[in-house]
């Protein structure tokens, strides 16, 4: 029997987008920055999974949380906005096994003590064939 198997995309995602976004230096992760984090510009990626399709396609769903100081509305809304032009532009990337991307967002959230955008991506994702036993 032959299955397809997917690469680990937040790992894959934080590597392309941390390279993109070095004006901002921001700390990008899986996870929220804990208590003890030095306010500057953060990006959580969570992948929300999704359908198999055909072959070794598949559909993710991921989001991204965008945080800034609180002082630094624009900033982080660029920061935001450069990460949503990063995913479209994921399928132009050799790296990346990203075959389409539409993109939603950012759109601003009501954080206290600093600001934060958010966005979502519905990436196809193509994986390598493997056979089972």
């Known amino acids: 029997m032959i299955a397809a198997e997917f690469p680990d995309l937040e790992m894959l995602l934080k590597d392309y987008l941390a390279g993109g976004l070095v004006s901002w230096s921001p700390l990008v992760g899986r996870r929220f920055p804990d208590k003890n984090w030095v306010p500057g510009f953060a990006m959580v990626i969570r992948d929300d999974s999704g359908g198999d399709g055909p072959l070794v396609l598949a559909t ?10 609180e002082a630094s509305y624009q900033q982080t809304r660029q920061m935001a906005e450069r990460a949503a032009t990063l995913l479209r532009a994921a399928p132009d990337a050799p790296i990346l096994p990203i075959a389409d991307a539409t993109v939603r967002g950012p759109y601003s ?15 196809t994702v193509v994986g390598h064939p493997v056979t089972l036993q």
């Open 60 to 69: 993710r769903n991921i989001g991204l949380t965008c945080i800034g100081p």
């Open 109 to 123: 959230l009501d954080a206290i003590g600093r600001v934060e955008f958010y966005l979502t991506a519905s990436l």
